[in-house]
């Protein structure tokens, strides 16, 4: 099946662990189980959706140090196509714990290395290079601590004919919204943060809908996502309001849930597929990734059984 090129940036990526306790209890030794290991960081775990779901990525990842070397090995040994950016200091590193007796998850995230204006260069070197004209560029996943506020929208510069497709929070969500990237291709957020950005609770479909579309008729974006968690997922364009409904599954852990979800999405758009569409495969690639453990992603079979119940409807 063609598609278009996709381009995946990650440049705070994490040497995700995940093991399980039976209790949390403080100022006690507690055993762990044997821990699994992932590669971790937004755009990477996009790039490794795609690849499990049938689809070609090219991942740009910042590595450095030991743990950086590590984190390599496991890209490899996932067949994922990447090029290493050399970053600063040491690769961070990230722990999901669950607990047996509640079946909580208890998730933490250490902040990763400070960049400075040499690293930055690099990665826009590296941009010029790799970004291909009418392709997909996927910009997901936390920012590295000292990168500017507009870093993102410097990215997004840096390759303007490519569809650029971002995911973030925080300051840089309110950042984007505040100063529009021009010719931004797609924005995703959580609906919280959409709630944020709002000011006010939204109550419905509707009114999340409207606050999408207001933000693409305001020149935000092309595509505006909000994501309503177990709900479902909105996505606004200039013309259009649609709803994607979640899969009802038996959530075992949400960490790649929304990269699963944006790996799906971006896929079916390289593949050609609607707008509609794409949102039924990313509400169904999110459904399938709460069903695996820890920080798996979804699996392919899982997609496709649960795509009939993710469907679409206008808003």
Not at 78 to 89: K, Y
Not at 128 to 137: D, E, L, N, Y
Not at 255 to 276: E, I, K, N, P, Y
């Amino acid at each position: 099946m063609t598609q278009a090129p996709i381009l995946t940036l990650t440049l705070n990526p994490a040497l995700d662990m995940s093991t399980e306790v039976h209790e949390l209890v403080p100022n006690h030794k507690l055993r762990c189980t044997e821990p699994l290991l992932d590669p971790g960081g937004g755009g990477l775990n996009v790039s490794r959706a795609i690849k499990a779901l049938g689809g070609d990525s090219l991942a740009l990842v910042a590595l450095s140090g030991l743990t950086g070397d590590r984190l390599a090995g496991l890209i490899r040994a996932e067949g994922v196509t990447f090029l290493s950016i050399l970053g600063p200091g040491e690769t961070r590193q990230s722990l999901t714990v669950r607990e047996e007796t509640s079946g909580r998850q208890y998730r933490f995230m250490l902040p990763g290395p400070v960049w400075g204006e040499e690293e930055r260069a690099r990665v826009f070197i590296l941009l010029h290079a790799t970004a291909r004209p009418g392709g997909f560029s996927v910009i997901s996943g936390s920012q590295p601590p000292g990168v500017p506020l507009d870093f993102p929208a410097q990215l997004a510069a840096s390759m303007p004919e490519s569809r650029v497709v971002l995911d973030t929070s925080g300051t840089t969500l309110a950042e984007v919204v505040r100063n529009p990237i021009p010719g931004l291709e797609v924005l995703r957020m959580d609906g919280p943060e959409g709630e944020a950005l709002a000011g006010k609770p939204m109550t419905s479909r509707e009114e999340t809908a409207h606050f999408a579309q207001a933000l693409v008729w305001a020149g935000v974006a092309r595509m505006v996502i909000v994501a309503q968690g177990a709900e479902g997922n909105v996505l606004a364009d200039a013309e259009h309001r649609f709803f994607a409904r979640a899969a009802k599954v038996k959530v075992k852990s949400t960490v790649g849930a929304g990269d699963s979800f944006v790996a799906a999405f971006v896929l079916a758009l390289a593949r050609g597929q609607s707008h509609a569409d794409a949102l039924a495969m990313g509400s169904a690639a999110a459904s399938a990734a709460v069903m695996t453990d820890a920080t798996q992603l979804c699996r392919p079979e899982d997609v496709m059984r649960l795509l009939p119940e993710c469907g679409v409807v206008e808003l």
